[in-house]
């Protein structure tokens, strides 16, 4: 068993060792891909490789592949780029969705964090100005699946476009892009076992899409800015050796029963939708998710509150908000997100440390109820 079970891989996944390998020999080479002189023609080949490779992990053609800055620079650039002012977005929505279109209009999600498709149609119905749609593949708290293909067909008979925030889903579930029929679908390296700072937004060939940034001609006009060279080779690695799917639901099934059967009020959130078999969002009730955070850091095990925050900020999670579960009992809620290396013994850790952690409490009565930090 490795000294730390890491159990927190839809905040970032370790980084896989052919990702490692790729961007070590991409630095070796140097050079910009624009320059046209060997060096220069070394690097976009490399670029070139991984266009068609990450394509491939989501059923697009390399044409379509913009390379970003990562998931939140997709989103913003979906959002933003696809160039209509009525946007309607899910109230789960991962906040470089939500933030990027601070003026869209929510579409409410059932219990189990589902979207509300009937809310769609009416929200569809009631304005003729087209708008753009943006629905995720698979929340990063409950790893919940959204029915994309649903949306997608409300949204064309609406004149719509869809977006699809499929960050916590490539890599993880099959993802096809043609399949799903939606317009932009933004993904990111560090989900799925590559590096932070890279990601695409991938574009159907006939959709629009204005820029948000000026300079240099790169990513065929759609994304100035010379090319991570380095991270988009470890970007491809890590999607190649993703193999498309991710099958850890057995080990996160066992530790489902586990936890339940110690804490019989614990609550898993999502538990009866179509959800990734990675992530479970589970409740101690009385007990606040940093109080959890902190007992199996020490314990050895890293998991998160929710959603792992950049600013360290205390806040209410609003994915379970909107889901309608009460703000003490989301304030005791964990994420367990396993990934491409967890094994048995990480999860046999973070049982017997919960169990202790919950033994202790329950004895002494230590609990009390803060918020909760939220995660990404
Ligand atoms: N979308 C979802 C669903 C996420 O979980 C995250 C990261 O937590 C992002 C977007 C942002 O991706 P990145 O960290 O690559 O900017």
Redesign the pocket.
């Known amino acids: 068993m490795s000294a730390v079970a890491y159990l927190d891989h839809?905040?970032t996944s370790p980084l896989r060792p052919a990702a490692f390998d790729a961007m070590v020999e991409a630095m070796r080479v140097g050079g910009n891909p624009s320059s046209v002189h060997a060096a220069g023609r070394k690097a976009r080949a490399i670029v070139d490789k991984a266009r068609r490779e990450v394509a491939s992990l989501v059923g697009a053609s390399p044409g379509e592949t913009v390379f970003t800055s990562?998931?939140?620079?997709a989103?913003n650039l979906a959002l933003l780029g696809a160039g209509r002012r009525r946007v309607l977005v899910s109230a789960v929505e991962?906040d470089?969705v939500r933030r990027a279109a601070p003026r869209a209009e929510t579409l409410p999600v059932d219990g189990e964090g589902v979207v509300d498709l009937g809310a769609l149609e009416v929200a569809l119905a009631a304005s003729p100005e087209p708008a753009l749609v943006s629905v995720?593949l698979a929340n990063?708290e409950t790893g919940v699946l959204q029915p994309i293909g649903e949306v997608v067909r409300l949204a064309r008979a609406a004149g719509a476009l869809v977006h699809c925030?499929a960050?916590?889903g490539a890599g993880k579930v099959p993802v096809d892009m043609r399949e799903l029929g939606v317009d932009y679908l933004?993904v990111?390296a560090?989900?799925l076992g590559g590096p932070t700072g890279v990601?695409a937004l991938i574009v159907r060939k006939a959709a629009p899409l204005v820029p948000d940034r000026r300079g240099g001609g790169q990513e065929s006009n759609r994304r100035a800015g010379t090319e991570n060279v380095a991270g988009i080779a470890g970007f491809a690695a890590a999607a190649q050796a993703s193999g498309r799917v991710l099958d850890v639901v057995e080990m996160r099934d066992r530790l489902e029963l586990a936890l339940v059967q110690t804490a019989r009020d614990a609550r898993i959130y999502g538990a009866n939708a179509p959800r990734l078999g990675n992530t479970t969002c589970i409740s101690m009730p009385g007990v606040p998710a940093e109080t959890q955070v902190m007992a199996l850091d020490l314990a050895g095990v890293c998991i998160s509150a929710g959603a792992a925050c950049s600013s360290g900020k205390v806040q209410q999670s609003p994915v379970l908000t909107a889901m309608g579960v009460p703000a003490a009992e989301a304030a005791s809620a964990i994420r367990v997100s396993l990934g491409w290396n967890s094994e048995a013994g990480d999860i046999e850790r973070l049982i017997t440390a919960w169990q202790s952690l919950y033994i202790r409490v329950t004895k002494s009565d230590i609990s009390h109820t803060p918020s909760r930090a939220r995660a990404?």
Do not use: P
């Open positions: 839809n905040a990562g998931g939140t620079e989103n991962h470089s995720m990063n925030d960050v916590q933004s990111s560090h989900k990601g990404a």
